[in-house]
C-alpha cells in the first residue's frame, strides 16, 4: 500500500515539475500559451525582480511584452481566453525568495 501511495506523489510531482519552469537572471525562458509563443526573462532591479514577458500570436503576429517588477512572494498572470466553453490558457510568474517561476495552474472549476 505504501508503494502504491509513493508512486501517486511520485506522479503528481512529476506532473507538477513539467508544467513549471524557474527563470533564471538575463536568461530567457520559452513560453508556449495557447497560439502564443514567445519567451520570458528576468533582471535584479533596486525595487524587485523585474520580469520581461514577450509574446506573439504565430510566426507573423505583433509582438505584446508584459512587465512587472516582483517583490518576494508576488505574482502576476497572463491569460489568453478559450473558445466558447473552453478553459483559458494561464501562465502565473512568481517570486519566492531568489527565485522566479513561470507555471500553467492547473484549472479550477
Do not use: C, W
Request: hydrophobic residues 45%; proline residues 5%.
Amino acid at each position: 500500500m505504501t508503494r502504491i501511495y509513493l508512486a501517486a506523489i511520485a506522479l503528481v510531482a512529476a506532473a507538477v515539475a513539467a508544467q513549471a519552469a524557474e527563470l533564471v537572471p538575463y536568461a530567457g525562458e520559452t513560453i508556449e500559451l495557447g497560439g502564443f509563443r514567445g519567451n520570458g526573462y528576468y533582471i535584479d532591479g533596486q525595487d524587485g525582480y523585474r520580469v520581461v514577458a514577450t509574446l506573439a500570436e504565430g510566426e507573423t503576429g505583433v509582438p505584446v511584452r508584459f512587465e512587472a517588477t516582483l517583490a518576494d512572494h508576488q505574482s502576476f498572470t497572463i491569460s489568453v481566453p478559450g473558445k466558447l466553453g473552453e478553459q483559458s490558457e494561464v501562465l502565473e510568474i512568481s517570486r519566492a525568495g531568489n527565485k522566479v517561476i513561470m507555471s500553467h495552474p492547473l484549472p479550477t472549476n
